[in-house]
């Protein structure tokens, strides 16, 4: 674990209110006078543990005593947002007012001057995330009701079933379907390639055995494991997944699919087409998401629904297509968009042209994260469904939560605040582990998208 604490420098709010009034900011805290001190922030702690897997939180501490957990793990990248935290985020938080939610991620955003990035974003979404812990906490309600109340009961999750051959595939989707989902992501091997996307490495977590499949792509090494990819190939043997799914399981299950962004357009249009009549939820990431324009060809030629947009950063990576209607569903998290202050302001956006919520939520999303994302689904009126793998158990004894799973529906709870809480000393169990995402290479030998 690394616990990088800066001391307050006693902060004066007259004094810094002068500071800012009269632009002399060096050595200053910029912040102004609050009309409650104990609201200033005091110490600002960056806990990087790997119970089952590498979590990056920023915990925030104000004078008063209260605290605030931020998610800031960006999967195989972890140590690059917790330097950005520790030596550049971390001295600019002492002495702030903890209260200014709005003014801390403009600050942060705009005074950078380096904007966007996975690495800038998720850090300063660990800052949005822990103040509005902290506010909900101070204000003694769930943060859910801060943000406008619930707009309904709980939220729709979907898990991911996976299997090499169709008859692993259906016991995995028989197995969600026992563990309460109702709505399945399909995915399986493609015959003559070795490991591809999705599909469980492990067929159970440790000391779980025979209760689920865990699914975890990131793995710990020095070096990213090497997979292999044959486009055509899996074209032509995903329709015929479906059909069996289908054939099975009857027409009522909502069935999802990730694409993970290795289609060309005309080859993701000729799958979305292939696709339509097994009536599909959504196809996930069927294009490299760099490519916006990419998603006009493929909206051309069919109608399954397209969600996309979980390496986006901001709202401006979603601006044009939620304005062209090429999407259905957004597919960002609070932990790579900046927080939840901004994941508001995209889904308000969204509402305007029916476009839902999908936030990415696998266990590269913390505890912390998908608890904030559970909040913000609970207050937005054009939330879709939300992802939901399940943490190990070393991460949930790191994490203790107050969330529940009944019948395929996520709540956060009701204790105030996010509902998270982190025990240091069993994060301190677990130091850092170098871990990897695979990539691809095709049969050439050529890198591929992963
Ligand atoms: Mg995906």
């Known amino acids: 674990m690394t616990d990088t604490t800066t001391n307050p420098a006693a902060p004066v709010p007259g004094a810094a209110d002068t500071g800012a009034a009269t632009g002399q900011t060096s050595g200053r805290p910029d912040t102004w006078a609050s009309a409650d001190r104990g609201q200033l922030i005091e110490r600002a702690e960056v806990i990087v543990t790997s119970p089952n897997r590498n979590f990056v939180t920023l915990k925030i501490t104000t004078a008063d005593g209260v605290t605030g957990l931020g998610d800031a793990t960006l999967n195989g990248r972890e140590l690059g947002v917790a330097a950005y935290l520790s030596e550049h985020v971390v001295p600019l938080l002492i002495g702030r007012d903890a209260s200014r939610i709005e003014d ?257 939520g696998p266990t590269d999303i913390s505890p912390v994260g998908l608890a904030a994302q559970m909040h913000l689904g609970m207050a937005i009126h054009n939330f879709g469904i939300q992802e939901y793998m399940q943490h190990g158990p070393q991460t949930n004894q790191v994490f203790q939560q107050t969330f529940t799973f009944t019948d395929g529906y996520l709540h956060p709870g009701d204790e105030p605040g996010l509902g998270v809480s982190l025990d240091v000393d069993e994060a301190g169990k677990y130091p850092y582990e170098q871990a990897y995402l695979p990539f691809n290479r095709l049969a050439d030998g050529t890198v591929h998208d992963w």
């Open 104 to 360: 801390a991620w403009q600050f942060l955003y705009r005074s950078s001057y380096w904007r966007r990035g996975p690495v800038t974003m998720a850090a300063i979404a660990s800052v949005d995330m822990a103040l509005w812990d902290i506010k909900a906490k101070v204000a003694g309600m769930p943060l859910y009701q801060l943000l406008g109340g619930a707009s309904r009961t709980g939220l729709m999750a979907y898990g991911h079933a996976s299997g090499k051959e169709l008859p692993e595939l259906f016991d995995s989707i028989r197995e969600h379907q026992e563990e309460g989902y109702r709505s399945i992501r399909v995915q399986t091997g493609v015959p003559g390639l070795e490991s591809i996307y999705g599909i469980a490495s492990n067929k159970t977590t440790e000391g779980n055995e025979g209760v689920r499949y865990d699914f975890e792509p990131a793995q710990r090494g020095a070096f990213p494991a090497m997979e292999d990819w044959d486009t055509r190939a899996y074209l032509r043997h995903v329709p015929t997944v479906f059909e069996a799914v289908r054939n099975e399981f009857g027409p009522e299950l909502p069935l999802l699919h990730d694409g993970h962004h290795r289609m060309t357009p005309l080859q993701a249009a000729k799958l979305g087409k292939s696709l339509e009549p097994y009536d599909l939820f959504w196809l996930e990431d069927c294009t490299p998401a760099e490519n916006q324009e990419a998603l006009k060809l493929v909206r051309q030629h069919t109608t399954t629904p397209l969600a996309i947009g979980e390496v986006f950063n901001t709202i401006w990576d979603f601006k044009d297509i939620i304005r062209d209607q090429l999407i259905d569903y957004v597919r960002g998290a609070v932990t790579h968009m900046g927080g939840i202050s901004p994941l508001r302001k995209t889904m308000d956006y969204a509402a305007m042209y029916q476009v839902k919520s999908g936030f990415h």
